[in-house]
């Protein structure tokens, strides 16, 4: 097998030199991603603490974050920046299997001991392969079609990826050109890197090995627990921050920051050698080539870190022995009746309970988004909401999977009143990321590093891809999000109407489910008449008694360009049916101008029942008293004005209107 395609070594430095591909990228590229898909980056060398490393950029000269959708560009905003940087690469979002093999390339001959397994699992992957920037390594391509939990990541000469990391592209094939094939099942793309040995068995240690010396601990918490543990302790943001690899409390010296994450863990695993190696090695932090291949140095930092620690976390009882816990946990109903239940905690007022599953849901255009982003405002600041709901101040992430940021950018500086200013609310935009475990896992770790109590998921439709008809399949995403309120996260989800005629508490569409989980559940409608403004339902409630529709005025300032919503008291439903059939009324009369109606016309064109209706007739009086039309007998109209009506019998004594203004 042998490189196809010519290219040429260029000195990025004296002491390091790349391959690069020619101006012409090769064809098959293209199939990595849609033409305006945001997945790419530029890159550049750079010398990082004395060792050559690739730096992804934006296009813009800032700096990229792989788990960060919004600091990439599509394919064709990269090549045109190309001439800055070193090269280009592709960002995993998921979607995306990518295989690194190092120095494994001699003299354009696959040259590694493990020769037989590279060269089958390339022919069986049947895939676009291309050769490395280093020119000794390859890249192999293999797109998914569903996530994959990768369990262990690397294991030399290989290393896999599918979200948080990025591979260079030199657009070099390697041996016969093959497209990018189909996306493949998580199952079929395991049994193709089982080829190369995945998953990896994790390597035995002789028995006089330093780690081996170290009793177990009796800490018997998950390792899921004892991070959530950790990560909410009083130092549990520096620490999560840490885990994640932020090493800049450390002047970015990593073998500093590794010693101190090793110290955490010896603390809330109670020394457990074992425990904090592999705590420590799966955390991004203990991603780098030096943790993952040098066991050597795990030890003694191990080791200093277990010597140097003199106190260690005691969970309590109920926490430790959480494998043998009942389960359920029975009451009587004395106990039950002596208990001191404690007052509601709302986040908003009357309307969401802290740490509970609430939904609003309407039609399109009734101004939801906007809603949630005043409620994430109001919040952040503690600001009463509408200018009459109290709220419970905290952070707030918006999880925005509909609008990009250009337009929720301009929906927040509308909505920012006199005294707002910007902070403490946090956004994911447009990730593309569905609802599972692994998602619910990132947002608790998210908002427990920022001290976030408030999510709004905007909306539910853009993160899960189940039929929404379907009960069993939606119970699934509400479980998840469920899991979250359990959590103590107060979880707000936009929704939309369904395409019928149902109203009230069935009118959001999908399985009736999604109703049954939700805690509160709040529909909002437009009104345009007197001024626009909207009418706000609380449809369920959980915690305490609905409260009545209410009414927020819609105000709107042109320079600078504002929005607000202010209550306006509650809701009169009749008002609002005489003002539904007034608007009606005067479109009617607009486009019959001249013309001359009666109560009975009305009947006859279906805005009552009859000329009795309490409604028609309210409206009729309303719009003459306000001199919007205007009325009188049939016996004064003149013969040709008789001839206007619709229907030319009436009494003489009938009363008619015709439109004035």
């Known amino acids: 097998m042998e490189i196809t395609d010519t290219f040429e070594t260029v000195g990025v430095a004296e002491d390091l030199k790349i391959y690069i591909r020619s101006p012409l990228i090769h064809q098959n590229i293209l199939g990595l991603s849609a033409p305006d898909e945001k997945r790419w980056v530029n890159w550049r060398y750079e010398l990082v603490k004395g060792k050559w490393s690739k730096v992804p950029y934006q296009t813009n000269g800032k ?49 590694h001991p493990e020769k037989e397994k590279i060269l089958e699992f390339i022919n069986r992957a049947d895939t676009y392969c291309e050769i490395s920037p280093s020119g000794t390594g390859l890249h192999i391509f293999l797109p998914i079609i569903a996530p994959i939990e990768l369990v262990k990541k690397k294991h030399a000469p290989y290393e896999i990826y599918t979200w948080g990391r990025y591979f260079t592209i030199t657009g070099i094939p390697f041996g016969t050109i093959k497209p990018i094939r189909a996306p493949i099942t998580p199952d079929e793309a395991i049994s193709l890197i089982s080829i190369l040995g995945y998953p990896w068995a994790k390597e035995t240690r002789p028995n006089n090995q330093n780690i081996d010396n170290y009793q177990k601990s009796s800490i018997s918490l998950s390792d899921e627990v004892l991070r959530q543990k950790m990560f909410a302790s009083q130092h549990g943001a520096k620490i ?81 022995s959480q494998d043998s816990a009942p389960y359920f946990e029975f009451m009587s109903d004395t ?23 609430n939904m609003i849901a309407a039609p399109s255009h009734q101004y939801k988004s906007m809603l949630v982003l005043r409620m994430a405002l109001s919040v952040a600041h503690g600001f009463p909401l509408f200018n009459h709901f109290e709220t419970l101040k905290s952070n707030v992430l918006i999880v925005s999977e ?66 929404e008809n379907d009960s069993d399949e939606m119970q699934s995403v509400m479980d998840v999000l469920l899991s979250l309120a359990r959590k103590g996260l107060t979880v707000l989800f936009v929704h939309h109407n369904g395409k019928g005629q149902k109203e009230g508490i069935d009118g959001a569409r999908g399985s009736s489910g999604i109703v049954a989980a939700v805690h509160g559940y709040i529909a ?138």
């Open 240 to 320: 999560q921050a840490l885990y994640n690899g932020d090493t800049s409390d450390f002047g970015g010296d990593e073998s500093v920051a590794e010693a101190s994450l090793c110290s955490h863990l010896a603390f809330w695993t109670g020394k457990d050698a074992a425990r904090i190696e592999s705590l420590w090695l799966a955390s991004p932090l203990g991603s780098r080539e030096k943790t993952q291949k040098r066991k050597d140095y795990r030890e003694k930092t191990i080791d200093f870190a277990i010597k140097n620690q003199t106190e260690t976390y005691k969970p309590s009882l109920s926490e430790d």
């Open 335 to 357: 106990d039950l009746l002596a208990m001191n239940i404690p007052p509601i905690t709302w986040h908003i007022e009357s309307l969401f309970e802290k740490s509970t599953l």
């Open 63 to 111: 700096k990229a974050l792989t788990t960060v959708p919004a600091t990439w560009n599509t394919l064709d905003m990269v090549m045109a920046a190309e001439n800055h940087f070193n090269g280009i690469g592709i960002v995993f979002n998921e979607t995306l299997l990518g295989i690194d093999i190092d120095h494994c390339i001699e003299n354009n001959q696959i040259a």
């Open 524 to 661: 909002c409608e437009t009104k345009k008449t007197g001024g626009e403004h909207i009418v706000v339902s609380q449809l369920k409630l959980k915690a305490a008694k609905s409260i009545e529709p209410f009414v927020l005025n819609v105000g709107t300032r042109l320079v600078p360009e504002r929005l607000s919503f202010d209550y306006a008291g509650l809701y009169n439903a009749d008002k609002g049916a005489v003002d539904t059939v007034e608007a009606k009324m005067i479109t009617y009369f607009r486009e019959h101008q001249n013309q001359y109606f009666t109560r009975q016309d009305f009947v006859d064109l279906k805005f009552a029942k009859s000329v009795s209706d309490k409604t028609l007739r309210s409206a009729l009086k309303n719009l003459t008293e306000k001199k919007r039309i205007g009325s009188q007998e049939y016996s004064e109209l003149s013969v040709a004005d008789r001839e206007l009506m619709p229907d030319k019998n009436h009494k003489p004594n009938a009363v008619v209107y015709i439109l004035t203004d």
């Open 402 to 467: 509909e609008d990009g940021m250009p337009l929720l950018k301009h929906r927040y500086e509308m909505l920012l009143q006199d005294g707002e200013k910007p902070g403490g609310i946090y956004f994911i935009i447009q990730s593309g990321k569905k609802i599972n475990e692994k998602w619910a896992e990132e947002i608790l770790k998210y908002t427990t590093a920022n001290n976030i109590q408030f999510v709004i998921l905007d909306s539910l439709r853009a993160l899960h891809t189940k039929k």
